[in-house]
Every structure is written in C-alpha cells, then in structure tokens.
C-alpha cells in the first residue's frame, strides 16, 4: 500500500486581524499503499487452504454469508470522531496495468505491471498516522467468527516502500470464516498479534492485532480481503454495479462518507512524517496537541477530513465562554486548486492569537461539516507560577493507564526566584509487551517562566536494594508547562535512538493542596510535607517519590529501583518499578502500604494494564529527613524477598517541616 503525504503551505483570510497560516496534508491516490507480488499471494492462499485442511478438516463450503463486523476499534482512552479513511477497494478489472475497476464502477483501486490487482480494502490511519501506530491506539479485531488458521510476527513495521521482496515479510492474522472465507488482516505492528494459538476459535470483535506498516506498505494501515477457502479466488465484501456478489458487511459502508475525523487544538503548527524511518532511526508525527491555554497564547485549530471532496463547505467557528464568536471562517477545497477534486483524507490548520484580555473559562472550536457539526472545547485560564511547592505531586495521563510522574517542587531553592523541579517517571517500554522503564527529570526552575526544560536520564546497571554500581546518561529532554494547579503537559523529544517525541496532557491525581496561581499558599502541614523524593544511601540510583496527601486522607508513592535477580539485564530491561498506596492518618507511621505491579502497558500508549498486589509495606517517619520502609514481597516476578530501607530526604526540608 503506498500513500504519499503531500504538504503545502497556504494563507486564508480570517475574520480576525491576521492571515493565519495553513498545512496541507493530502493523502495522494495516485499511489498503491501496499502491493502484494502475485506469485507470493497466490503462494500464500494455497499455503491457507492446506492449513485450513489439517485444522478444520470439516468445514462450510464457501457460498453463505456471514455478516461483518467492522475490523477496527479504538484502544481504551481513545476516542476521537474517527481515525481511519479508505484508500482502495478491490479491484474487478484483472487486466494490468493501469486498468482498474472497484465495485462501484470507479476507479478506487489499483494494479500493478507485475500482474497484481489489488484483493482487499485499505483503511489507513488518519490523521497522524505513524504517532497513532506508535501509541497502539487502533485494534484490529475479528470482523466475522472462525478458525485461525495461521498467523505472523516479528518483521519490521516501519516500511515506507512497495518492495516486493518483503512480500513473506508481513504481521498479519488468517481466520477460516464459518462462511467458508479466509479472512486476511495484513501489515499488523511488530509484537502486537494475538497470542491465541493457530487452532483456536475466534470470534467476532476478538483481538487480532494493531495497525502497522509491515511488509510492502507505506503507510500504517489494514489491508483487509476475502478469499474462497476453496478456490482462493478474491471475494469482495461490498455490493456494487461491478460486484453483483451479496453486501457481506452488516452495517454497509458508503463509497464516499465526507466527515470529520479530528477537530482539536495545538499549541504549535502539528508536523507530520511521510516514512516512520529517517536516516535509519524511528521517527513519527508531533501532534502538539493541546487543551489548555493562557491569554495571548497562539493556538492552532486543526481539522482533519476523510473523503473529502471540491464544493463541500465546512464552516468553523471560534467560541468564547459566553457562547459569542472570537472568530469565523469558512473553508472549500476547491479553493486550493489541487490536482483532483477528491481525496480520501486531508488535514488542515489554522492559527489564531488569543488577546492578552482573552476570557476565562471553556472555549470550543466548531466546525459543521457536511451536515454535521463538530466541537471541541478547550480552556484558557490565568498564567501560573512554577517556583512552587504546591505543584508537587502525582500526575498523569488518564488516556495512558498505569504510567505517570511524580513531581517534587521546591520552591526558590537555589535562591529568590529559582527553584528546584525533580520527578520520577514511570512507564513502559515502547514495544507491545514490553517492560516497566523509568526515568528522572531534573532542572531548575525559575519565577515567571512558562516552561521549564529539563534533561531526561535513565539509570542503569543496578541490582535491587544492594550498592552495585549503576550509570545515569541524559537520553533525550522534556519540557514542562502548568496551565493551572491541576493541568499541565510535559513535551519529550529522545535522543536514545528511539526519536520518540510527542506530548503527554497531564492530570493531578489527588486534590491540590497549597497551589495557587501567584505561588504556594503555604497551607501544608503534618504529614504533607513530608512528600518528596527519598533514597536508601546503601543502594545505589534507586529511591521513592512519595506524595502525602491530607486533603483525599491518601498516601501515593512510586518506587524506582531494579530487578533482585543476579545476573538479570543491567539494561534498560533491568528496571523495575512499583507503586505504593495506603489511606493516610495522623502520626509518623503509615501502614498498610499495597505494593503494587502494573504490567502490559506501552510507553505513553493507551494499550489496556493490569495492576496486581504484589505485597505490603510500613514506613515510619523519624522526622523530616528520615525514615524506615519496611517490605515484604510475596507475589510478581521478582518474589519472594523482603527488607528495610532506611530512607533519607534526598532534598532539603520545607520550611514548616518539623
């Protein structure tokens, strides 16, 4: 499958002072997405029938009809208007090249001088379409009951080419219909397949896989097909004036469904790749969304369409608080003067200053499209100060399950207007299935500034409460910026190889205290201030980020350390990380701590975690800088083991602190 992503700069008048500038991005169907070599899909249908032979030996001849379900889901915590568009259909024309025909009669599908005629449908994600493949956020799940018959894994997901010679080098899952069809899920991201072993019965909805770009593919997308289990002939599921076969989808789909897949906000122009490789290294789209602004912040408006086509007019509208409008614009496609009067997806921004008196409160974007209308509401609220303790916390992203960051802040640490900002970030590695990670975020951060930058480290090398020697490098930088006491984003950008980037909205998770949006108020007391980063002197990079929190009567803490294991990965892989929670009371003692490990989840992804109790733990405060924890693990992977540390503030005191 190959898709090229066109960029082009444009200018439109607004009803506001400025012309603001506008991205282009058009999917251009002038390019196959992926291309399968003849002989090899022949050579695989034929391999699909023998499976089908030893696993279901007594099957339904092909010729029922089994309705279809739609072959593609959100992941949890993702959920926008839509996410994928269509590129081709099958093509009905087996003359080549250049001679296609989709069952409508058009002219949406392609051919190839090798002898290839397109056999499936192609939904490709959109928009952003390698920052969604990265973050897992669309399932491929079983369109119809079966058998699966056979499945593949582990080749690369990030091709950007057709090349034929990848052709036995796809992800990708085949179900036996109990309509007698083979159904292909084809060009699946690495590690992601379904472990339900071949012979198994599936059925409709189950998990197949996510999106990815495997095999002769240029765009992270599902090739979806049929074929006959008995002649391995192509069946295509849509009813058509060039397909007299039965409508086979249970909900049929239009030939053209113009709408919005995406209405949001950014607090930068968003930038798209057109190959998830560069150089060699990882790359993806950097949405720059963002919900969250202050008063004369720039903020673009974006808005992303799937079968858009000339002469359909969107008009989008910038809504203050009280319902009355900032600004309003209208917008043809038409009016850009492109190669073609269609394309199955286009994305578009535009950029507006916020006054410097711009009200607080909820504003929305709306768009009414194609007799739709679309919103997305965003906020603008007053400046905050950084320089303070009450940001210290726990927070994350409610999109991205069991990962997070907790923040100490001490406030004018260094001096009058400088502070100190440390933070310990747990999460997960990149891959499906990958292990716990964690890293720290260390910076100074000053009065008055809206952001604060910081080095990204890891710590490697060490051994679970023992002083083995362990080896912290900078791996990439992070950006943090508060919106208010309870909202903020932190931006990253690794320089480890990985050339992960994109930006994580942020939530606090238990109430805030003492943050005010001119500086701390000072109403900590007792065990609040005891919150911060601790550390056992005898072990080595390895400590606690604990939040005390007596307005929600909670203690919260993150446990950074490594596996006990001698002789484990003193990698990356070599980290683990733990959770501790426990109702929090009056007193020097905490306990009934659950120590808690959470497992399945992908750097900052919304794949699904599960969170077991995994053992208990007492810690005892002998004052503000000191203390035990007393543990004992009698679950997880690295059990059964059990201990004290004897913890000391890794910072100063706050003041009050007794």
């Not at 035990?628 to 690295?638: E, I, P, Q, R, W």
Request: proline residues 6%.
């Amino acid at each position: 499958m190959r898709i090229v992503l066109s960029v082009v700069l444009l200018l439109m008048t607004a009803s506001v002072t400025a012309q603001p500038a506008r991205l282009a991005w058009i999917i251009d169907g002038s390019s196959p997405q992926d291309a399968i070599d003849a002989d090899a899909h022949q050579r695989m249908a034929s391999h699909l029938q023998e499976r089908a032979d030893v696993l279901v030996p007594l099957r339904a001849k092909a010729g029922g009809v089994s309705p279809l379900a739609w072959p593609l889901q959100p992941a949890a915590g993702f959920t926008p208007f839509g996410y994928t568009g269509t590129a081709y259909f099958v093509d009905h024309d087996p003359a080549f090249p250049g001679h296609v025909r989709d069952y409508t009669c058009g002219a949406r599908a392609y051919d190839t001088a090798a002898g290839y005629n397109h056999g499936g449908t192609d939904y490709y994600l959109w928009p952003f379409p390698w920052l969604l493949m990265d973050q897992g956020s669309v399932r491929v799940v079983a369109a119809a009951s079966g058998v699966l018959i056979e499945k593949h894994d582990g080749f690369f997901d990030r091709d950007c080419a057709i090349d034929f010679a990848t052709s036995n080098a796809i992800n990708a899952v085949y179900i036996l219909q109990d309509d007698g069809l083979t159904a292909w899920y084809l060009h699946l991201r690495n590690g992601s397949v379904t472990r339900v072993p071949v012979g198994s019965r599936v059925s409709a909805g189950d998990y197949l896989g996510q999106v990815g770009s495997s095999g002769p593919s240029s765009l992270p997308h599902l090739h979806f097909e049929l074929t006959n289990d008995a002649t391995g002939e192509v069946v295509d599921p849509r009813h058509g004036a060039c397909n007299a076969a039965p409508e086979r989808w249970s909900v049929p789909q239009a030939y053209e469904a113009p709408r919005i897949l995406r209405l949001s906000t950014h607090s930068a122009e968003p930038e798209t790749v057109d190959c998830g490789m560069a150089d060699g290294v990882p790359v993806r789209d950097s949405a720059h969304a963002q919900d969250r602004f202050r008063p004369g912040d720039t903020l673009w408006a974006f808005a992303a369409y799937a079968d858009h086509r000339n002469g359909e007019i969107s008009e989008f509208t910038l809504l203050r608080p009280d319902g009355h409008a900032f600004a309003q614009w209208s917008f043809d496609l038409a009016s850009e003067h492109l190669d073609r009067p269609f394309y199955s997806g286009t994305a578009w921004d535009w950029s507006y200053a916020l006054p410097a008196d711009a009200p607080i409160g909820e504003w929305t974007l709306q768009a009414v499209f194609a007799g739709q209308t679309y919103r997305h509401a965003f906020t603008v609220a007053p400046a905050i100060e950084p320089n303070q303790r009450g940001l210290s916390g726990s927070w994350a992203n409610p999109a991205t399950p069991g990962q997070g960051v907790l923040l100490e802040v001490q406030g004018d640490y260094y001096g009058a207007g400088t502070g100190l900002l440390f933070g310990g970030w747990f999460t997960y590695d990149a891959n499906p299935g990958g292990d716990r990670r964690w890293y720290t975020i260390q910076a100074q951060v000053h009065a008055g500034s809206a952001t604060t930058t910081t080095p990204i480290y890891q710590t490697t090398g060490g051994r679970f409460a023992t002083t083995l020697a362990t080896t912290t490098n900078a791996v990439g930088e992070a950006t943090l910026r508060f919106d208010d006491c309870t909202h903020g984003t932190l931006s990253y950008l690794f320089t480890d190889g990985s050339a992960r980037n994109g930006t994580i909205a942020l939530t606090r998770l238990l109430p805030n205290v003492t943050c005010t949006p001119a500086g701390d108020s000072g109403a900590a007391t007792g065990m609040d201030l005891r919150s911060g980063t601790w550390a056992d002197p005898a072990n080595s990079g390895q400590g606690l980020v604990l939040d005390l929190n007596s307005g929600q009567s909670v203690f919260f803490g993150a446990w950074y350390t490594f596996s006990p294991i001698a002789g484990a990965a003193t990698g990356p892989a070599g980290q683990r990380w733990y959770t501790l929670q426990a109702p929090l009371q009056d007193g020097a003692v905490v306990d009934n701590i659950g120590l808690y490990e959470t497992s399945g989840g992908v750097f900052d992804g919304s794949e699904a975690t599960t969170t077991a109790t995994v053992g208990s733990a007492r810690l005892e405060f002998n004052g503000c800088s000191a203390a035990t924890l007393d543990y004992a693990f009698n679950a997880g992977v690295d059990a059964p083991r059990s201990g004290r540390l004897h913890l000391v503030r890794v910072t100063a005191p706050p003041p009050g602190c007794s």
